[in-house]
């Protein structure tokens, strides 16, 4: 059973920083491309970051230059580093993992998310 458990979320002030984690089980990690996604009230579901399972990233251009999506693949985990918060990057963001590795398809399964409030 695929679990992803992200952490890390909160209430910051704008132009501060908060780094996300997201642990996950039940699949070959070093194998799997990971994302991020957010979901801001009454907005869509937008992919913000991902990572393949060779370390090539690709970024929403609206946090591009100040979001940063990583993986460690000892610990499972995969992480976005938040910097230079804004107001709208208020959202819920989720952790999802693909079927694929080497390119992302989108999500196949989701963590429950994690809240992010910036404060203006």
């Known amino acids: 059973q695929v679990q992803l458990v992200e952490s890390g979320g909160g209430l910051v002030q704008a132009g501060g920083s908060l780094r996300l984690s997201c642990a996950a089980s039940?699949?070959?990690?070093?194998?799997?491309?990971m994302g991020w996604y957010r979901q801001a009230p009454g907005k869509q579901r937008e992919l913000v970051a991902t990572?393949?399972?060779?370390?090539?990233?690709n970024y929403l251009d609206a946090v591009k230059g100040r979001f940063t999506i990583s993986r460690d693949n000892a610990k499972n985990t995969v992480y976005l580093q938040m910097t230079s918060l804004k107001f709208e990057d208020t959202a819920v963001y989720y952790c999802?993992?693909?079927?694929?590795?080497?390119?992302?398809?989108?999500?196949?399964?989701w963590g429950q998310g994690t809240q992010v409030t910036v404060q203006s």
């Open positions: 039940g699949i070959i990690f070093s194998n799997t491309a």
């Open positions: 999802a993992a693909s079927r694929a590795g080497s390119v992302w398809y989108g999500g196949n399964y």
């Open positions: 990572i393949t399972n060779r370390y090539n990233t």
